[in-house]
């Protein structure tokens, strides 16, 4: 039965296919852009370690759950949440979890566009030369006078949506498989000239203690729930992202080893971007927990000094936006599927649609930077709360019941079968343990802990 499904929406070539695309999706901003700001904003060490504890025991296997919900209902995540619960003899209301997932997504990318476009207005900031040379006060002034201009926050997010529609709407097959083969190779050679020009920045060192040296004196609960949410939101878990990829994925591909691989990649393209960025922050006495504009406060700045800085700068921030890109691709698919799926529409119509409704909830973010900065609700701006409400409620709430549903509603046999693991075996016995115990009680302390019960 589900070994005949077959998804409407096409399939990808062959499993390394499926490892590219979902290395695309987990590798973005959030690898970039976020993991070094929310580093720096929650003390260093102890949050990194937290990060990397999340990724082994909570994501790897929710992602192995994702794929194989993905792969046996091989449709959009509300689908396959239906089919598969009836198949099991439960309810079709599981559907709404492949709801929130949409919903999420949404809101995501809403923000996550505007920030692309700083990368993207950053492109062209470094080509023509605008860091170099430049003092670090100087570096800075040009991030604050970008976020202060609605006008232009606006012109770069309307780009940027523009081109994750484009490739949407052409499918994600055509459009993306073509894109990525070169992207993560590329991207990877890059960070590591910059991790190169880290170590000769003078505070390596430093930079490297920060990251990897524990202090939980520095980490509170609200820094864990953070690290948790953001090994959600990297792996681009719990609102079907990785789930609609697995739908497009070949029978025949290992789910565990492929799982592995992609988190591997994300994790290590992240302390990558991390031990490039604190030397350098460091280095010119600048302040590690400064927030969103770290990067873009830091990295010009090593931009500016080295040897072909111009050249390699204007790489970089157009590596960034791919990378970006891949992503915001694999946010708006799950929608798009559904209403290709239950109203028809054709994959323009409903990219055209989904395009234009997320277009206009990113100016909510763009005005936050700016004209609304000063409203706020609990010390957050409504950029934050955005931020916060995806990243460290909806996305972990929807990994625990996908780890419900996988390890409680769906029989042993049939996840077994579909992760092709013997029933008996030492790697299924253990998924099994980890997502029927492990990630739910984990995700539930993390939650209570941050509310102040346990
Ligand atoms: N994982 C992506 C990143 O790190 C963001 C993302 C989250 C993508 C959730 C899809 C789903 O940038």
């Not at 670090?136 to 309307?158: M, R």
């Not at 931009?303 to 800085?309: A, E, I, L, Q, T």
């Not at 323009?348 to 997320?358: D, E, N, R």
Request: net charge positive; glycine share 10%; hydrophobic share 55%.
């Amino acid at each position: 039965m589900s070994a005949k499904r077959e998804s409407i929406h096409g399939q990808w070539s062959n499993r390394w296919i499926f490892i590219l695309a979902a290395t695309g999706s987990a590798v973005g901003l959030g690898n970039i852009w976020k993991f070094p700001y929310i580093t720096g904003e929650n003390g260093g060490g102890a949050f990194v370690l937290v990060y990397l504890l999340c990724i082994a025991a909570i994501g790897i296997p929710i992602m192995m759950a994702e794929v194989l919900l993905g792969r046996r209902g091989r449709q959009s995540p509300i689908n396959t949440m239906k089919t598969l619960a009836r198949e099991e003899g439960r309810s079709g209301a599981w559907s709404l979890l492949g709801w929130s997932g949409v919903v999420a997504g949404f809101l995501i990318l809403s923000y996550y566009s505007v920030i692309a476009g700083w990368a993207l207005a950053y492109v062209l900031n470094a080509g023509s030369g605008a860091f170099t040379d430049a003092p670090a006060a100087e570096i800075q002034g040009i991030f604050t006078a970008l976020v202060a201009s609605p006008g232009q926050l606006i012109f770069w997010h309307s780009l940027f949506m523009l081109m994750t529609m484009l490739v949407v709407a052409r499918g994600v097959k055509k459009g993306l498989e073509v894109a990525i083969r070169f992207l993560m190779p590329a991207l990877l050679v890059l960070l590591l000239i910059m991790v190169g020009y880290a170590i000769n920045s003078g505070e390596f060192v430093r930079g490297l203690s920060f990251l990897f040296t524990p202090d939980f004196s520095k980490i509170s609960a609200e820094g864990v729930l953070i690290a948790m949410g953001h090994a959600f939101f990297t792996l681009s878990l719990g609102m079907g992202a990785i789930m609609i990829y697995g739908s497009y994925m070949p029978k025949n591909a290992s789910i565990a080893k492929t799982s592995i691989i992609v988190a591997l990649a994300d994790t290590g393209v992240a302390l990558l971007a991390g031990m490039a960025i604190f030397p350098i922050v460091f280095a010119n006495s600048l302040e590690p927990g400064s927030g969103p504009g770290l990067i873009f406060q830091t990295l010009p700045i090593a931009f500016g000094s080295m040897p072909g800085g111009h050249f390699f700068g204007a790489v970089f921030f157009i590596l960034l936006v791919l990378a970006a890109w891949s992503s915001a691709i694999s946010l708006i698919e799950p929608a798009v599927a559904w209403l290709v799926e239950n109203k028809a529409w054709t994959r323009v119509k409903a990219s055209v649609y989904c395009g234009f409704a997320t277009w206009l909830m990113g100016l909510g973010t763009v005005l936050s930077f700016n004209e609304w900065s000063a409203y706020t609700l609990w010390g957050k701006n409504f950029f934050d709360l955005l931020d916060f409400l995806t990243s460290n409620i909806m996305l972990p709430l929807g990994g625990l019941f996908i780890a419900l549903f996988a390890a409680w509603v769906m029989k042993s046999s049939s996840t077994a079968n579909e992760l092709t693991l013997a029933e008996s075996g030492m790697a299924y016995t253990s998924w099994r343990f980890l997502v029927r115990f492990v990630t739910p009680v984990a995700v539930i302390i993390v939650f209570l802990n941050a509310i102040g019960v346990v």
